[in-house]
C-alpha cells in the first residue's frame, strides 16, 4: 500500500511564512494516532488548549476523504487550528453533525467508530471548553474544518463602550480594523464577501477573519459568516 501523507503548517504570526512538517506513514491506525499525537503537542507548544479528543475525532473524520491532500494549519498562540482536505466534500454539514448521522462504509468500520458519533463529540467538546468548531467547503473540492478556542479572556459585564482600545491592546492592524469595520455594516460576512469588498485576497481575508475570531471579536455560525461578539459590538 501507498504511504498516508499530511503536511502540518506551523504559523507564527497570521502574516508569516508557515514552517512546514511532512508526516508519512504506511499504516493507517499509526497515520491517525501520529497525526492526532502531533498537531495536538505542536498546538500545545504553542500555548493551545484545544482538547486531545477534538483534534482525534476530526484526523479520524478524514477517513472519509481518503486522506487526500491533507493540510493541518496551527496558528499563532497554539489556539486555531485548520483541517483541510480535498476529498469528496461534505454534502449536508447540518446532518453531518448529528449524533447517529454516518457515511462511513465498511472498510472504514475497520479503523474508526463509523456511528456518526464523531464530529458531534468534537462539536460538544470544544464548546464545553468555549470554542468553535466549523465546516466549510474547500476552494475546489474537499472541506476544511476550523477549531478555534478564544484566547484572550475580558469580562464583558465590565467592559464598556471606550474602555476597551483594540489598537492598543491587541495591535489591530489598519486591514483588521476595516475588516471589523465591514462586518459591522454588513452586520454577516464570510470570507469572499470580505475579500470582494476590501479587494484582498482570499486567504488574507481568511486569516483576517481567524485573528479577529481568536481574539474574541467576531463568532462564526457554521456556514462560515461572521458576526460580531458582544466584545466586538463594544470596541466597533
Do not use: C, W
Not at 476550523?146 to 482600545?165: A, I, M, V
Amino acid at each position: 500500500t501507498s504511504d498516508y501523507k499530511v503536511r502540518i503548517a506551523l504559523y507564527d504570526s497570521f502574516a508569516s511564512t508557515p514552517q512546514i512538517i511532512d508526516l508519512k506513514e504506511k499504516e493507517i491506525r499509526n497515520f491517525m494516532d501520529i497525526l492526532s499525537q502531533r498537531t495536538h503537542k505542536y498546538s500545545h507548544e504553542r500555548g493551545g488548549k484545544i482538547p486531545y479528543v477534538v483534534i482525534k475525532e476530526i484526523v479520524e473524520n478524514l477517513i472519509h476523504s481518503n486522506f487526500n491532500e491533507v493540510v493541518v494549519s496551527i496558528y499563532k498562540n497554539g489556539n486555531v487550528i485548520r483541517i483541510s482536505d480535498q476529498g469528496p466534500g461534505i454534502g449536508d454539514k447540518d446532518k453531518a453533525i448529528l449524533p447517529g448521522y454516518t457515511t462511513a462504509k465498511e472498510e472504514m468500520k475497520k479503523y474508526i467508530r463509523g456511528v456518526g458519533s464523531g464530529l458531534p463529540v468534537a462539536k460538544e467538546s470544544i464548546e464545553l471548553s468555549g470554542g468553535t468548531m466549523n465546516i466549510t467547503d474547500n476552494l475546489a473540492s474537499g472541506t476544511v474544518v476550523t477549531l478555534s478556542l478564544p484566547t484572550y479572556k475580558y469580562s464583558e459585564t465590565t467592559q464598556t463602550r471606550g474602555e476597551f482600545k483594540p489598537s492598543q491592546q491587541v495591535g489591530l492592524s489598519k486591514r483588521q480594523s476595516r475588516v471589523l469595520f465591514l462586518i459591522t455594516e454588513m452586520g454577516k460576512a464570510g470570507p469572499s464577501k470580505v475579500a470582494s469588498e476590501l479587494k484582498i485576497s482570499l486567504s488574507t481575508a481568511y486569516r483576517e477573519l481567524v485573528f479577529l475570531e481568536e481574539i474574541g471579536f467576531i463568532k462564526s455560525d457554521k456556514r462560515g459568516k461572521r458576526s460580531l461578539t458582544k466584545r466586538g459590538v463594544g470596541i466597533s
